[in-house]
């Protein structure tokens, strides 16, 4: 494959050059003429005064508006009004040339039509020329590398899964419609076309769509997005279409389509008509679907806000599913999973605690780079210093891992708890907050008053106010909360104009930026037995929920 796309890059090269090199002539022909066409020198009414009184002349010859002046050696000319044309002419020999004025503009106009004809002509059969290489290199690459879509059997069940329980929960529906699609048609049930689940790397996305299938018992047809992303147009589509068919003649079945924002991309200035092409063939497909037709598409994806609206609207990806970094109760039956067939005498909670961060594909790593030290140390169990040992290197091969010490815990728990405590209280939704994440409620509102904008300010302030209040120091871990706290406030006074009297000035934001940081550092100060309570339950549980904040709140107001 590599080698014909060097010799179709090759042969493109050769054919421009061809191009270049007869422009080059053409416009080398057109400018000797045009330098060529009239060689006689322009000489003064003096000069030719001079050649009339020395007798150099021996012939005169009117052209249109010049005469020209020929002597022995060379050749001159004047405008016709410069001289006394009665004295000249009654001396020496005149000629008059009869030719059409317009003959060399002629000339010109013929020449520069030849030379666009000749260009197109060219242009014409090289680009012929380029699309047979087009089809012939698309046929090899079809017959040679081209691997056709077969379904798979998965044998991973939701055992193999550790935790995430309400993620499961949440898939158990869907399960139990790929196992009895019927049951759901008698009622005029529609479950989700799609499902998209959303999370950061390593989370286990992949075995949880495996388990899916595995529970259901369904063929399972994997994709990447980037395996639809192809150099020849119209290759991603039909792969997408073929991808489908065969799904739905399978069905019931799951097609499973992991990084899928490699082809699901917002459609924008910087276009991509092969990946543009792709994603409308994907969209189709989708809208094609009949009524509970027994297809599930499941998605995967750590960029949903790059994706695409159509993508994500209502009929297509429905149901979207969040898994966040496990906390520490799901990294004990992870590493508990992970540990069920190796001889171990590891005290599992004190290795979830000191993994905060963590993902699943992370403590896989952990578990194994442990395994393997303690065979190197000649001991045939697994021992809690064998993780501790190999800690840092996994950590160092995974640089996106976020691990804290426990001074650095301890911090975190204070910056999350107080944010868990001000959302509670100002009424701020939200699903879950913990040691390493976020996640707040999204909800979709066409009109939103200036109170919630600015408790949302406040909210993404009270974090690092109140490290600063607890520590008398500030700390680099409120840098994006700050940063989203700044948008925030720039969005309602440019964008919404919500200033006083709704004057739109530097002044106004930052007016506004300091009243919110004094409002809420007084609030946590009101707080501040809450966020110390709440923050001892974050270092024991690493999350916390709304209901749970309130439930804390309750008891101390």
């Known amino acids: 494959m590599k080698r014909i796309q060097q010799l179709y890059k090759s042969q493109l090269s050769v054919n421009n050059m061809k191009i270049i090199v007869t422009l080059l002539v053409v ?3 057109l400018l ?6 009239d060689t006689d020198t322009l000489i003064t009414h003096k000069q030719a005064n001079t ?83 087009i089809r012939a290199s698309s046929n090899m690459h079809e017959s040679e590398n081209y691997e056709p879509i077969q379904a798979l059997t998965s044998h991973v069940t939701f055992e193999d899964v550790a935790g995430i329980t309400d993620v499961k929960d949440e898939l158990e529906e869907i399960i139990d419609f790929l196992k009895d699609p019927q049951k759901y048609k008698k009622l005029d049930i529609r479950l989700p076309k799609g499902v998209l689940l959303v999370g950061p790397p390593g989370v286990g996305k992949t075995l949880i769509s495996k388990a899916v299938a595995g529970e259901a018992d369904v063929p399972f047809f994997y994709q990447s997005g980037a395996s639809f992303v192809h150099i020849y147009v119209g290759m991603g589509a039909k ?115 000191m993994t905060v961060g963590f993902n699943a594909a992370a403590l896989d790593t952990l578990t194994n780079e442990a395994a393997i030290f303690a065979m190197r140390a000649g001991r045939k169990e697994v021992e809690t210093s064998d993780f501790e040992a190999v800690k840092e290197k996994v950590i160092l091969g995974k640089r996106k891992i976020l691990s804290f010490t426990e001074k650095e815990r301890e911090i975190q728990a204070v910056y999350q708890a107080s944010k868990a405590v001000v959302a509670t209280w100002l ?29 949302k300010i406040k909210f993404y302030l009270s974090g690092s106010i109140a490290t600063k209040l607890h520590y008398n120091e500030q700390f680099t871990n409120a840098s994006s909360d700050i940063q989203v706290a700044k948008e925030l406030v720039h969005t309602l006074i440019y964008t919404y104009a919500m200033s006083e009297n709704f004057i739109v000035t530097p002044e106004e934001e930052k007016a506004l930026f300091m009243k919110s940081v004094s409002e ?30 309130k439930e804390i709140l309750r008891e101390i107001f």
């Open 239 to 353: 792969r997408v279409s073929e991808l489908f068919k065969k799904a739905k003649q399978m069905a019931p079945s799951i097609i499973f389509i992991d990084e899928i924002d490699a082809v699901g991309k917002s459609r924008g200035e910087f276009r991509n008509d092969e990946r543009e092409a792709t994603l409308n063939q994907l969209l189709v497909e989708m809208d094609g679907f009949e009524e509970s037709s027994g297809v599930i598409v499941i998605g995967a994806t750590n960029k949903i806000d790059v994706l695409d609206e159509a993508l994500l609207r209502a009929g297509r990806f429905d149901r979207r599913i969040h898994i966040s970094l496990p906390d520490l109760s799901d990294r004990v039956k992870t590493l508990e999973l992970y540990l069920e067939k190796k001889p171990n005498n590891v005290d599992i909670l004190q290795v979830a605690r």
């Open 51 to 133: 050649l009339f009184t020395k007798d150099k002349i021996k012939k005169l010859i009117i052209d249109g508006q010049y005469v020209r002046i020929q002597t022995d050696k060379t050749r001159y000319k004047i405008y016709k009004d410069a001289i006394n044309t009665e004295a000249f002419f009654s001396k020496y020999p005149v000629e008059v040339k009869e030719e059409n004025p317009y003959i060399y503009d002629i000339f010109l106009f013929v020449i520069l039509l030849a030379t666009l004809w000749f260009m197109f002509t060219i242009l014409k059969q090289n680009r012929v020329q380029q699309l047979k290489q």
């Open 32 to 37: 000797l003429f045009t330098l060529l066409r």
């Open 520 to 549: 809420i550092t007084q609030l946590l100060k009101t707080l501040d037995v809450a966020i110390d309570k709440v923050s001892k339950y974050l270092l024991a549980h690493e999350n916390i929920t709304h209901d749970t904040c």
């Open 427 to 455: 009424d701020i939704e939200f699903d879950k907050i913990g040691i390493v994440n976020t996640l707040l409620v999204n909800q979709e509102h066409e009109i939103v008053p200036r109170s919630k904008l600015i408790n």
């Open 27 to 29: 416009l080398l022909g």
